[in-house]
C-alpha cells in the first residue's frame, strides 16, 4: 500500500500536471504492479504492455500477490500487447474477451551496425584470446551455468565470455577457476555493439521452465543484426530461426558443445546475410509503427 501511493504521488507530480485535457492521455504500462496503483479514470486509454513470465517481475515476492496486481491492471486495460505466443495464451486464460496485439521484441539494426563498426574493441576483451563464444545481458537464476561450465571444460582452446550484470555470485565465483570464462560485468548500452562484434558465436544458454517458454529475447536480434551464428537452450520463440542453420537449439549440453564447434568451424556469409536479414525486419521502428495503428484501432473503440 505504501509503494501504490508512493507510484501514485510520482503521477501528480510528474506526469498528470504534464497532461493536456485537449490530448489523448494513453498509460503504456509493463509492470504487473501498476495494476496495485492505476485507478479507473487516471487515463484515456491504459494499454499492458506484457513482455515476460510474471516470475521476473514478482522476484522474491509473492508470485500470487503480482497475478492479483496483473488482473487489476487488465481490467483497467483495453488492450493487451504481447511478445510471445506463450503470454498471449496466458492472457486468453485471464482476459479473453480483452483485444490482444503481438508485437515481438527488436533492435535498432542500423544504430547497432554502425555503432559496432565505429567503435573501437573495447580493452577488456580485446586482449582475451580467440575465438571467443559470448553471451550477452543479465547473468540471473534463468542462466544455465552447468552448460557453461562443460563448455569451457571441453573445449580449453575456446574463449567463453559473459558481458551484463552479475548475480548468482557465488555460482560465478565457483567458475572463476575456469581459466578460459571471463565475467565482464555490467557496460554502457552504447557499447554492447562493439562487445557482440567481438563474439565469433554467441549464446543463450537458458535453463527450461516459465522463462523459457515464454520469452522473446531481445538479444537474438542483437546477435543477428551483426549476422552473428547463436547457440541456444530450447525457447520456444526461437525455434522459428533454426532452419538453414541461422541458430541451433540444443536439447543437451553435448549438443550446446557439437552447435559451437560447428559455428566456430563454419559460418558461411549466405548464413550471416539471413541473420541480418530477420534483424531488420525486427526493428523498434516498425515495432512503434504496429503499435500505433493498434492504438488508433483502440481509440475507434472507445469512441
Known sequence: RLNGAVYRQVLRSRVWKRMSDD????????????????????????????LDEI??????????RFLH???????????????????????????PGLPRYRVPNGVDYEWFVQQALNQPMPQDIAGIKKPIVGYLGMIASWFDFDIL??????????????VGPLEYKERINQLRKR??????????????????????????????????QTTNPVKVFEYFALGKPVVTTPLVELRQFAANDMLRVSETPDEFI??????LSDNTPP?????????????????????????????????
Open 179 to 212: 581459466e578460459n570464462i571471463f565475467w565482464l560485468g555490467r557496460k554502457n548500452y552504447a557499447d554492447v555493439p562493439a562487445y557482440v562484434n567481438a563474439f565469433d558465436v554467441c549464446l543463450i544458454p537458458f535453463v527450461q521452465g516459465k522463462i523459457a
Open 271 to 303: 548464413r550471416a546475410t539471413m541473420r541480418k536479414e530477420v534483424a531488420m525486419s525486427h526493428s523498434w521502428a516498425g515495432n512503434a509503427r504496429r503499435i500505433v495503428d493498434a492504438l488508433a484501432e483502440i481509440e475507434g473503440r472507445a469512441a
Open 258 to 263: 557439437e552447435a559451437v564447434k560447428f559455428f
Open 149 to 162: 561450465e562443460k563448455l569451457a571444460v571441453t573445449m580449453p582452446d575456446v574463449s567463453f565470455v559473459a
Open 55 to 64: 516470475s521476473l517481475y514478482a522476484g522474491r515476492a509473492s508470485q500470487e
Open 69 to 95: 496486481y496483473e488482473k487489476a491492471l487488465l481490467q483497467l486495460a483495453r488492450a493487451v500487447f504481447v511478445t510471445a505466443e506463450r503470454l498471449e495464451e496466458h492472457i486468453i486464460s485471464v482476459a
Open 23 to 50: 490530448k489523448l492521455s494513453v498509460a503504456f504500462v509493463q509492470n504487473p504492479f501498476w495494476g496495485n496503483v492505476l485507478r479507473e479514470g487516471d487515463f484515456d486509454i491504459v494499454c499492458y504492455d506484457c
